[in-house]
């Protein structure tokens, strides 16, 4: 477990460039995940700035000022009138897990997507990230949604 006085949360302002991530990208391509360097090269063309009313982009580092994790959500269009946020590019350094760094970082998007969004939905095929999410108040989706798990943040959107 870490104090929170161990780590630091920072949000990401769009129009500054992305914080070095290299070392949390080379750890999850060596692991076969390409979602940290779709991160960085959608981030550094414009193409996902996290930038739409609700979005954002958060990081953690630690006392050495080392990125240890970073995590996302953008606004996802809806056939309804529900206000979805996407969970996205969710990362926590290896050495980090079972520290309560994720935990943390998800806590902190989702209290302030809850303003934004009536529910956040995400992707994952690993079991590993499941657990952690269903852990943290996900549920398993249909298997006919493009996402894997949902969370409701509000039980009604005022209008």
């Known amino acids: 477990m870490l104090n929170n006085s161990d780590i630091h949360i920072h949000r990401v302002n769009p129009a500054d460039p992305l914080p070095d991530i290299s070392s949390l990208i080379e750890e999850s391509l060596s692991k076969g995940f390409r979602f940290l360097q779709r991160l960085k090269d959608d981030y550094d063309s414009g193409l996902n700035r996290f930038s ?38 969710f990362y926590v350094r290896g050495a980090e897990r079972g520290k309560s760094v994720g935990a943390i970082l998800l806590a902190r998007i989702l209290t302030l997507s809850a303003d934004h969004f009536d529910k956040v939905v995400l992707f994952t095929d690993t079991v590993k990230a499941a657990h952690f999410y269903e852990k943290h108040g996900f549920l398993k989706a249909d298997s006919d949604c493009h996402y894997s798990h949902f969370k409701k943040l509000k039980s009604q959107r005022i209008l």
Not at 60 to 75: D, P
């Open 52 to 89: 739409l009313e609700g979005d954002g982009l958060w990081y953690i580092t630690n006392l050495n000022s080392e990125v240890i994790a970073i995590g996302g959500i953008n606004r996802q269009e809806s056939a309804d009138d529900e206000a979805i946020g996407r969970l996205r590019r």
